[in-house]
């Protein structure tokens, strides 16, 4: 046994980096198997854009579950929120969005954005004042809360914009598609993988070189030590959920903007989906986070592809396989 | 007593009350004449049972599923596609009933030993996940299912309306198959109960309470707390399938509205809230309430809404459409939540003047 001197190192945490692999084996095994290249890509593209879109708005919740023990069922509800207030400004200026220019283009699609974020921000400060510091540290009654404030959050949001499906047009400057060669890339894929990847980034780097992400990842682990070192952890958490809940938002908007359409019904559909991949990841893991939507946008993406009849049960597959390597998630992260 | 099972209302408003209900129910045919009242009464019975079911795995383990209708619906759809597939006949109910339950078993089987193992808020999201699965194939293989139409289908000759078996000469009202279906479900459901309060009495119940209690203590005492979870789990599965298969018999169609959707999810969640988690009892109590309300009380709604509309007020006629019930409904179940946490059930039986 040899010796470690006070002034060593500590030793490093191992890297486990077979999870980050798994997307890129993913797509690498579906080269053969798609056949031509460019429709390859194409998916790829999709794929990484549609895991974006998903991780922004799960990257919140599995923060919220991480740190503070409460998962929000109700987080489909910021989403469509989102989605809605986004319209709030697209549509009445619409002549800008249509505008052929791509700064009038942004003039509208940016206030739009931080709007939402806005609002639904709000919404997180009251929905966790209202809903969630009542029945904190009581599982049971978080969920049948939280799924409460959904079904209200839905039912207000038909009562004030009405039952029917809002058309939400994409500004002009991210229609259509660059043309490589024999490959198109959407503009508008491209768009979200930028954004979603700036997200990810800056979420990263909160985390991991800001005192504030110190004390997030301490909390995450143990909380009950970072309130004996005198830190208000439920403040911290307050403003965990509401960013988290702004990100949910500007998910919504880009979803919406993606399917160029807004009904809210999307909430309960990508709860699943935000569920699935937050479960894949391992509960308050961001990185987990990030692989489990690309890995569930990949599935979703060629598996509609090569098998259209598959791809209605393909998340419950890809659920069941990664829990089967790793019960608790890609990077298990809390001892819960 | 024995019936049961040692464990009665222990309060003299619950037993009027419970007392009032399945008399009412039982008579119903005979006291409120026409097809509304049957229906509400059928659908208090089958809703009954099926939240009762659900209150084995709420109110008695802790674990919230949000996959109990994908059983309900389980149920359903097999007798909905034997006997529209096999004939109106009794076999084709027989076959419905050897496929669907074993199904719904092996369905829970495999639900419960993958996710019960840990904590019960990933329990709930995978059944969340399933259910959700669940819906979209049913509504998208048609060829099986009637995807989002639905199957409807033909009773055996005993169970329909036609049949007669007492003209009206006799008493003044005519006993035909459809009371005869009517009872069927009655005492199905009543069997349903009355096994489930059998069960949550035994020492098997009162291991499973141990387990919502404080799991790890449970497991430190030597009982397997997945197998007794899953097991619970299989038990409440079987029973909404029963109810499914119940429902589809007396609405003679089965579709992913009737059956699947999430809506009827969060009433079952809102019933056993409302009645009392926990008790059985509970059941019976918010199946009444909730079903009464559903269909006596929306009427009231559009009314009010067209008064709001005609007094020109902004945003109520909106807030009170008959088709927003179920906001009003999502608030009723936060302040249930949050204020009577114990339900009906739990309010009549402390004893009146102490919070509690």
New interface residues.
């Given amino acids: 046994m040899s010796e470690i001197a006070a002034t060593d190192a500590l030793p490093k945490p191992k890297r486990d980096i077979a999870p980050l692999l798994l997307p890129v084996v993913l797509a690498l095994l579906m080269i053969p198997l798609i056949g031509s290249e460019s429709s390859w890509v194409t998916l790829t593209v999709a794929s990484l854009a549609m895991g974006m879109m998903i991780f922004i708005m799960a990257s919140g919740l599995t923060l919220v ?1 991480g740190l503070m023990d409460v ?1 929000n ?1 109700g987080h489909g509800a910021f989403i469509a929120v989102g989605a809605y207030v986004a319209t709030l400004v697209l549509l009445p200026l619409a002549s800008w969005a249509q505008a052929d220019s791509l700064l009038t283009n942004l003039a509208v699609l940016v206030p739009a954005a931080l709007l939402s974020m806005g609002v639904t921000g709000a919404l997180g400060l009251v929905v966790e004042r209202v ?1 969630v510091l ?2 904190y540290g009581q ?3 978080q ?3 939280t ?6 959050a ?3 949001l ?3 914009f009405g ?1 029917q499906i809002i058309p939400l047009p994409l500004p002009t400057a991210f229609r259509g598609s660059f043309i490589l060669g024999d490959v198109a890339i959407s503009k508008y894929r491209l768009l979200a993988l930028l954004i979603g990847l700036v997200i990810f980034i800056a979420i990263e780097l909160v985390l991991n070189r800001t005192k504030i992400g110190l004390l997030i990842r301490a909390g995450v682990e143990n909380r009950e030590m970072v309130e004996a070192l005198g830190y208000r952890i439920r403040r911290l958490f307050l403003g965990v959920f509401m960013t988290g809940s702004a990100l949910a938002g500007l998910g919504g908007v880009m979803w919406g903007l993606y399917r160029e359409q807004v009904h809210a019904s999307i909430g ?1 559909e990508l ?2 989906l935000v ?2 991949v ?2 894949i990841g391992g509960l308050g893991s961001i990185t987990g986070c990030f692989i489990g939507a690309i890995l569930v946008a990949m599935v979703a993406n060629y598996g509609g592809f090569l098998v259209p009849k598959l791809a ?2 393909s ?2 597959l890809l ?2 396989a990664v ?1 089967m390597w790793r ?2 998630g890609l990077y298990a992260v809390t001892s ?1 | 007593m024995m019936i049961l099972s040692g464990d009665p209302p222990r309060s003299r408003a619950l037993s009027i009350l419970l007392v009032v209900i399945v008399l009412a129910l039982l008579a119903t045919p005979f006291i409120f004449p026409g097809a509304k009242a049957l229906n509400v009464a059928a659908k208090i019975c089958i809703f009954a049972a099926l939240v009762a079911s659900y209150d084995l795995l ?1 109110g008695y383990t ?1 674990s ?1 599923s949000f996959a109990h209708t994908m059983f309900y619906g389980i149920g359903s759809y097999a007798i909905a596609i034997a006997l529209y597939g096999l004939g109106p006949n009794w076999t084709s109910v027989a076959a419905a009933v050897a496929a669907g339950l074993p199904l719904a078993l092996l369905l829970a089987l495999a639900i419960g030993l ?1 996710s019960l ?6 329990f ?3 059944t ?3 259910a ?2 669940f819906l ?2 049913a509504s ?1 293989l048609s060829w099986l299912t009637g995807g989002e139409d639905g199957r409807s289908f033909q009773l055996p000759e005993l169970l329909r309306p036609g049949t007669v078996f007492i003209g009206k000469e006799w008493f003044g009202f005519t006993v035909n198959g459809r009371i005869l279906t009517y009872y069927l479900v009655f005492f199905a459901c009543a069997l349903m109960i009355l096994a489930l309060l059998r069960v949550v009495n035994s020492p098997f119940g009162r291991v499973l309470q141990a387990i919502r209690e404080n799991r790890f203590r449970a497991e430190a005492l030597g009982f397997r707390t997945v197998f007794h979870l899953t097991y619970a789990n299989c038990i409440a599965a079987m029973i909404a399938a029963s109810a499914g298969m119940l429902n589809a018999l007396w609405l003679r169609y089965a579709g992913p509205d009737t059956s699947l959707s ?1 809506s009827i999810m ?1 009433d079952i ?1 809102l019933m056993v ?1 409302i009645g009392g988690m926990g008790t059985i009892y509970g059941a019976i109590i918010g199946a009444a309430i909730f079903i009464l309300a559903q269909n006596y009380l929306q009427a009231l709604m559009s009314i009010a809404s067209t008064a709001a509309a005609d007094a020109g007020l902004p ?1 109520l006629p ?2 009170l ?1 008959p ?2 019930w ?2 009003w ?3 009723l ?2 302040a249930s ?2 204020f009577f ?1 114990t339900g009906v059930v739990g309010r009549l039986r402390s004893k009146p003047g102490s919070s509690r």
Avoid at chain 1, 147 to 152: A, E, F, N, P, R
Avoid at chain 2, 117 to 122: D, L, N, Q, S, W
């Fill in positions: 579950f998962l069922f809903l009542p029945v599982h049971l009654k969920i049948l809360m799924t409460g404030g959904l079904i209200v839905e039912q207000t038909y009562a004030l039952p309960d709860t699943v569920f699935i937050v479960i209605l049960v998340n419950i659920m069941v829990l019960p608790r819960r | 709420l802790g919230v993958f193992r840990v904590e019960a808020i990933f709930a999201m995978i969340l996940a399933v959700s699965a979209v194939l998208q999430f969060l969640l809230v945003l909106g807030l459409h088709d927003r179920l906001l409904l999502g608030l179940f936060i939540v949050y946490p």
